[in-house]
């Protein structure tokens, strides 16, 4: 199940809303327990045989977390924490990375199991939570309840943004529910479902017409990449911004996950934009404690940006990915740092899109034979056009500008300005999104978030 899907805007979130504000203020742990019975049933409806494996994942967490607590500043609670590790962890190899890691020894498995939804979301959740009890910053959640209601919870069960226990702690066991945040939420969630059935299923359509092509083109493999680039931001974004809405509805306060990253004026500043909850992670729980820029930096960061590319998938070009990054990094850091200080916006800003837009083309193709053709066209080699590639071109420079415009903060801005004027500005917006995102859903065929995969 989607929050995109006619079956999760229709039936399931009107149901578990009334089920949910059925259940008195006062009765904290019995709506977390509505909330969790839900999430459960979502995560079923995409999932059934893996409700097992979150489930004891969670409980297993929750268990060691109490023993954890017990024998704290003991080499007990050591070794507690790798046991919690390596069972998260285990998990998430034997899953995710089992054919990958035999297929580098050039071995094959005739069973490989397949991939969780949102396994390594909810993997890293559970180890932030006994890494952070370890290190004494959380006290251990004794409420089984509560615990699984924060590794379950459906608006940010399947693709983030990871949530840590810290971050909600509080609200799992006191939260404010009223009209202002839910109002809030709604606006919140409503500009994500425009977000993706809007922008990012059409311009997800274009990008796969053209980078699945048998024989691209320099312009082809161009358009679609643009077109891709465009797609993911607005795919991700849209999924944070709903589960964002979703947890201001309930109550819950999650992080934000983006920060408009493509109005960057470097790689370094766009990773600070881009999928904050994933960097925060790293940098937190890899980066700082390997040393982080004390000692090793170069080694460090290469070694976090391996790590953040194998996350994304079990295949060689996201490793490929993670390192390209890592290299634009460091060149950034001990090169040009102070040149791109210098530069003119437009010509800081044309470099950083360049360099991720090459990015995406990496990330795209898990085919290492696909990728390094779609390279060659990336680069102008081979033939530059095709009639397919040119109509869809002509065919799209009215949306191009109108995708760069709201990868930007001027259509909020914009927004805000309206409201601030007119109270009915938001309502009537909302309004206008819903039925226009409701009358393409009907039309369009099935197409999941992209992270759903990872």
Same mark, same amino acid.
């Given at each position: 199940?989607?929050?995109?899907?006619?079956?999760?805007?229709?039936?399931?979130? +009107?149901?578990?809303?009334?089920?949910?504000?059925?259940?008195?203020?006062?009765?904290?742990?019995?709506?977390?327990?509505?909330?969790?019975?839900?999430?459960?049933?979502?995560?079923?409806?995409?999932?059934?045989?893996?409700?097992?494996?979150?489930?004891?994942?969670?409980?297993?967490?929750?268990?060691?977390?109490?023993?954890?607590?017990?024998?704290?500043?003991?080499?007990?609670?050591?070794?507690?924490?790798?046991?919690?590790?390596?069972?998260?962890?285990?998990?998430?190899?034997?899953?995710?990375?089992?054919?990958?890691?035999?297929?580098?020894?050039?071995?094959?498995?005739?069973?490989?199991? @397949?991939?969780?939804?949102?396994?390594?979301?909810?993997?890293?959740?559970?180890?932030?939570?006994?890494?952070?009890?370890?290190?004494?910053?959380?006290?251990?959640?004794?409420?089984?309840?509560?615990?699984?209601?924060?590794?379950?919870?459906?608006?940010?069960?399947?693709?983030?943004?990871?949530?840590?226990?810290?971050?909600?702690?509080?609200?799992?066991?006191?939260?404010?529910?009223?009209?202002?945040?839910?109002?809030?939420?709604?606006?919140?969630?409503?500009?994500?479902?425009?977000?993706?059935?809007?922008?990012?299923?059409?311009? @997800?359509?274009?990008?796969?017409?053209?980078?699945?092509?048998? /024989?691209?083109?320099?312009?082809?493999?161009?358009?679609?990449?643009?077109?891709?680039?465009?797609?993911?931001?607005?795919?991700?974004?849209?999924?944070?911004?709903?589960?964002?809405?979703?947890?201001?509805?309930?109550?819950?306060?999650?992080?934000?996950?983006?920060?408009?990253?493509?109005?960057?004026?470097?790689?370094?500043?766009?990773?600070?934009?881009?999928?904050?909850?994933?960097?925060?992670?790293?940098?937190?729980?890899?980066?700082?404690?390997? @040393?982080?820029?004390?000692?090793?930096?170069?080694?460090?960061?290469?070694?976090?940006?391996?790590?953040?590319?194998?996350?994304?998938?079990?295949?060689?070009?996201?490793?490929?990915?993670?390192?390209?990054?890592?290299?634009?990094?460091?060149?950034?850091? /001990?090169?040009?740092?102070?040149?791109?200080?210098?530069?003119?916006?437009?010509?800081?800003?044309?470099?950083?899109?360049?360099?991720?837009?090459?990015?995406?083309?990496?990330? /795209?193709?898990?085919?290492?034979?696909?990728?390094?053709?779609?390279?060659?066209?990336?680069?102008?080699?081979? /033939?530059?056009?095709?009639?397919?590639?040119?109509?869809?071109?002509?065919?799209?420079?009215?949306?191009?500008?109108?995708?760069?415009?709201?990868?930007?903060?001027?259509?909020?801005?914009?927004?805000?300005?309206?409201?601030?004027?007119?109270?009915?500005?938001?309502?009537?917006?909302?309004?206008?999104?819903?039925?226009?995102?409701?009358?393409?859903?009907?039309?369009?065929?099935?197409? +999941?978030?992209?992270?759903?995969?990872?």
């Amino acid at each position: 199940m989607v929050f995109s899907s006619l079956t999760f805007l229709v039936f399931f979130l +009107p149901v578990f809303l009334i089920a949910y504000f059925s259940v008195p203020k006062r009765f904290l742990n019995a709506r977390n327990f509505v909330l969790l019975i839900f999430s459960l049933f979502f995560y079923a409806a995409g999932e059934p045989a893996w409700v097992v494996l979150i489930i004891f994942s969670a409980s297993t967490d929750c268990l060691i977390g109490l023993f954890m607590e017990r024998y704290h500043g003991k080499w007990q609670a050591k070794g507690l924490l790798v046991l919690s590790l390596c069972c998260s962890l285990g998990l998430l190899v034997i899953f995710k990375y089992t054919e990958f890691l035999l297929g580098l020894f050039g071995l094959s498995v005739s069973f490989a199991p @397949g991939l969780p939804i949102g396994i390594s979301f909810y993997t890293f959740q559970t180890m932030s939570y006994s890494i952070d009890l370890y290190r004494g910053k959380v006290k251990a959640q004794r409420n089984p309840v509560a615990f699984l209601t924060f590794v379950c919870m459906f608006p940010q069960l399947v693709a983030g943004p990871i949530v840590r226990y810290s971050d909600v702690a509080h609200a799992l066991t006191k939260r404010e529910h009223s009209w202002p945040l839910v109002s809030q939420g709604i606006s919140r969630f409503v500009m994500g479902l425009g977000k993706k059935i809007i922008f990012a299923n059409h311009a @997800g359509a274009v990008a796969a017409e053209l980078l699945n092509s048998p /024989y691209p083109s320099t312009l082809g493999v161009w358009l679609g990449s643009v077109m891709f680039m465009f797609q993911i931001y607005f795919d991700f974004s849209a999924y944070s911004d709903m589960a964002i809405g979703m947890g201001k509805i309930i109550g819950f306060n999650f992080l934000e996950n983006f920060d408009y990253p493509y109005i960057s004026k470097s790689i370094t500043d766009f990773w600070r934009r881009w999928h904050i909850s994933l960097g925060r992670f790293f940098r937190d729980y890899l980066y700082i404690p390997l @040393g982080g820029n004390r000692k090793r930096a170069v080694f460090n960061i290469m070694f976090v940006w391996a790590a953040t590319g194998l996350w994304h998938g079990a295949s060689m070009n996201f490793v490929i990915w993670g390192m390209y990054f890592g290299i634009v990094l460091l060149v950034e850091k /001990y090169l040009i740092r102070g040149l791109l200080a210098k530069l003119p916006t437009f010509v800081s800003h044309a470099y950083c899109l360049l360099i991720v837009l090459y990015g995406w083309v990496i990330f /795209y193709f898990t085919d290492l034979s696909r990728l390094l053709t779609a390279s060659a066209r990336f680069f102008g080699f081979g /033939y530059f056009s095709d009639y397919r590639a040119v109509e869809l071109l002509l065919g799209n420079l009215w949306i191009l500008p109108i995708l760069a415009i709201f990868c930007t903060r001027a259509p909020i801005r914009l927004l805000h300005y309206i409201r601030s004027r007119l109270l009915v500005a938001e309502p009537i917006f909302n309004f206008g999104v819903v039925c226009v995102s409701f009358m393409l859903m009907i039309g369009q065929t099935f197409t +999941p978030f992209i992270y759903f995969r990872f």
